[in-house]
C-alpha cells in the first residue's frame, strides 16, 4: 500500500471510527507524511495504531492521541499556536496546516534541528522552532490562542497558562509517568477552567 493509502486507511479506522469528527483535523491528518518524521528504521511501522521512537528516549506520538488533542483545541485558521516538545516536528506540520503560525519549542537541540530540517525540506513554513524550557513557553510570540504540550507533567506550568490569549485553549497530559490525564484548559476572565478528558501517557516534560 503507498503512503497515501495506508493515511487514509489510519484516518478512517484509527480516527473517524473512534469518533473523531473535526474535518479539519482528519483532512490535515490525510495530508501530513507522518512517515517522513520518523526514523528510518521504523518508516514501515509509520501509520500504525502505536507511538514510536525518534531517537533520545523519545517518542512520536500515536495517531489517535494526536488527533484526539488537535481536536480538543478547536483550532481555527487564523490562530497563533505554541507546542512544547517538538520531537520530529509530526504535530508541529499538522498545526502548521491548521493554523497560522506555529511556535514549537524543544528541549533537545538535536530533535529541534532535525525536526526543522524536516519541516523546511517538507514545506512547512509558517513555524518558528526553538531549542530551550518548554515549561517557560516563548514569551517574545505570547499571546497564544491554544496551546498544545506533548511531554506529562505534574501540574500545569504557570507561565504557559500566562501566554494564553483570553478565551485561549491548552492541552496537556497531566500526571506521573506511568500514566496521565488529558487535561483542557480555557482561560475564561483570567481563570483556568479544567476539563479533564482521557487517560493517556507520554514521555515527562523535564
Ligand atoms: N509531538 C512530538 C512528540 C514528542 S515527545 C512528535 O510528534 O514527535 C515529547 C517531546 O518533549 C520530546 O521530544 C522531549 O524532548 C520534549 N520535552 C520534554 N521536556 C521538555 C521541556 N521542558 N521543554 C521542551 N521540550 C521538552
Redesign the pocket.
Known amino acids: 500500500m503507498d503512503a497515501t493509502s495506508q493515511r487514509e486507511e489510519m484516518v478512517r479506522v484509527q480516527l473517524a471510527a473512534r469518533g473523531i469528527r473535526d474535518a479539519r483535523v482528519l483532512e490535515a491528518m490525510r495530508r501530513v507524511p507522518r512517515h517522513e ?1 520518523v526514523l528510518e528504521a521504523y518508516r514501515d511501522e509509520a501509520y500504525e495504531d502505536h ?1 514510536l521512537p ?1 531517537g ?6 500515536q495517531p489517535y492521541i ?1 488527533a484526539a488533542m488537535l481536536e480538543q483545541l478547536a483550532l481555527r485558521a487564523g490562530d497563533r499556536i505554541l ?10 506540520a499538522l498545526l502548521s496546516v491548521l493554523c497560522a503560525e506555529v511556535y514549537s ?4 537541540a538535536a ?1 529541534a534541528s532535525e ?1 526543522e530540517a524536516t519541516l523546511r525540506r517538507l514545506g512547512y513554513l509558517n513555524v518558528g522552532i526553538r ?6 513557553g516563548w514569551v517574545e510570540y505570547a499571546p497564544f490562542d491554544a496551546i ?4 506529562a507533567t505534574a501540574e500545569m506550568p504557570p507561565a504557559l497558562f500566562a501566554q494564553l490569549t483570553e478565551g485561549g485553549r491548552m492541552i496537556l497530559p497531566v500526571g506521573p509517568s506511568s500514566s496521565q490525564e488529558l487535561q483542557l484548559i480555557t482561560k475564561s476572565g483570567g481563570e483556568a477552567e479544567v476539563k479533564i478528558l482521557e487517560g493517556c501517557r ?5
Open positions: 518524521f507511538p525518534i533520545v528516549d523519545q517518542t512520536i506520538s494526536v507546542e512544547i516538545g517538538t520531537g520530529s516536528g509530526y504535530v508541529t519549542v524543544e528541549r533537545h530533535l525536526a531549542t530551550g524550557d518548554g515549561r517557560l498544545l504540550v506533548s511531554a507520554f514521555v515527562p516534560l523535564v
